[in-house]
């Protein structure tokens, strides 16, 4: 008979485990026969005199609400019906959502009852720390009664891995990156252990976990070997670090991967290649060296286009040397890190020693080339940046297609008023009165341009004002009369606006033209005793501007617009017919392009190389100028 709580509710009910607590203890925990028999004849328990009433614990599934109350009634279902796995997803969707620390003991329920004992210990052990004045003393008792029973298919185990960084896994699950620490929880049995780590050959190995507790995992490295022969007492260099001296190079312990390979002798030809080594396999080479009294030089070439970043063959850079007409073989791709990643660092050439002229090209961008002087078993670097292909266009600053821009000035504009009536009291018009005014005040605009389009907001604040007088009627008593009325009156617009429409630069000037719409409000305040009045003000046409920009970021703009205006009431006093407005700016665009131009960057130089860098190779190269290597 289950013991009940405080409350009187029976312990299924009381919420801190509800159906599943009392499902995982009958049917995961194993007891022994005669356990199961003691307590089969144990004697009800005797009444207990009355204590003062605790207070009420609310059951769990009173406790939830909206999502998490719905997850874990559908976990509590799927338990029941021994889908364990599903129901574990449940439960932990529901701790997600509303974090009742109770919900702990049914997730651990689940991990018993899919035999993952390690882990449902420690779900218990933060089911009893976390629970606090949730649970009963007969809950805390009845937790670590099953955690001790957990622990006996338990074992602490130290996993030493010989490398650190590597990935550790048990049974496809992340125990952590070594170096691990020592006694960690894992389930007792037949288990598969999986370190891992790049640059080294995957470790997988079944273990039997109890009553063995330590288990060593040595990593091996992903490692090639090479064997070369050449002439004797040649040097042989991998990735210009020397590696053994002619004429047999034998070397086991070597990266996997592409390597810059280079020999040289006195009086021979540098040979320069490259030689792809693979895991566990053997390369062999036999290669011949050329006699020549003249040495060979390495050129360099680290050049963009447009922008700093090293171009490369594959992209489509072509370097000529002296009168070629056909562009050299290079090296391979030298790579730097940057940011923890390989970046393109140099194009090497070879050539003979001594001055040569250097010619690079890249698609998009005008050529450009430099001298050389190439000193025999040297190096020469070759730098610089090449100009856009068209300057017309892309370095001056009408042609910048940078983007963003903004600008301020003064708008001044003329509005044709079909009707303009002043607001006296007892006076009429006789007839429309239209009237033309100017208004002057402060724009600013704000957008993005293309080489061949651009797009802009506008706002913009202008005031005017109207003199003069009309015929009107006034209603005095007797009769009416007539009599002059007044039109002085202060106006003012405030709107915004959108300018669309295609571009055409012209070296340090652009033109554009295209539509315009806008939006605001028109107040008119008169000077007589009638009242002011607002009402809105929407404009509609097209536009045209000139634009010069002498200086790299900054810019003079003069705009000429022509649109129909209407006001948002047909009765009001004032409607608007049409409106003509011009507008200087001086605008803000910056120009990456013509900064680099002014500051004399689209250049090419070469220069003696210093030191030897360490690079990565690239994994592809093109034919070495030497003779081949023999076939492995």
Known sequence: MPRRSSSGSPRESRGSRGFVLAFAVATSVSLSPATASAQAKRPPAKPVPAAPAAPAIKPLVET?????KTDYQAGTVLFGDGDYATALQKFKNAHGKQPDPRLLYNMASAEKSLRHYATAAKLLRRYLAEGGALLTNDDRRDAEELVKVIEALTLAV??????????????DELLGVSPLPSGAIVDIGQRKLRAQKEGFRTLTMPVQIGPAHTFDLKLERLRGRLELKTKVGATVYLDDKPIGSGPLVVSDELPVGGHALRITAPRMRTYQGEVVLEDGKARSLDIELEADLEQLSEVR?????????????????????DDGQVSASPLGVRKRVEDNKEVPAYVPFTVSSGEHRVRVRFPGCDPLETTANAKSAGAVDVTGMLPAENPWFNGTPAGSPNGFRVSAGVTISNVKFARFQNFFNQTSSLGDSPADVSFAGPSVSIGTQSRWFMGVFDARYVVGE?????????????????TSASQDASLAIGDLGIRLGPRIPINIASVAAGGLAGIGAIHVSPTGPSSSTTDV????GFWAGVEAQPLCDFSLGVNFSLSAATTGDSSAKVGASSEAAW???????PNVLCRRKRAGLYRVQAEAAEGTPQLTPAPAAAPAPAAAPAPA
């Open 64 to 68: 939830l609400t909206g999502d998490a």
């Open 466 to 482: 109207t003199t003069g007088t009309q015929v009107a009627v006034a209603n005095t008593p007797p009769q009416p009369a007539i």
């Open 583 to 589: 507008s200087i700016h001086l605008g803000y665009e």
């Open 301 to 321: 070439v680290a050049v963009g286009c447009a922008d700093p970043r090293v171009r490369t063959p594959e992209e489509g850079l072509s370097v000529f040397f």
């Open 537 to 540: 003000f929407v404009r509609g």
């Open 158 to 171: 130290t996993i030493n891995v010989s490398e650190a960084g590597a990935q550790v896994f048990l049974d």
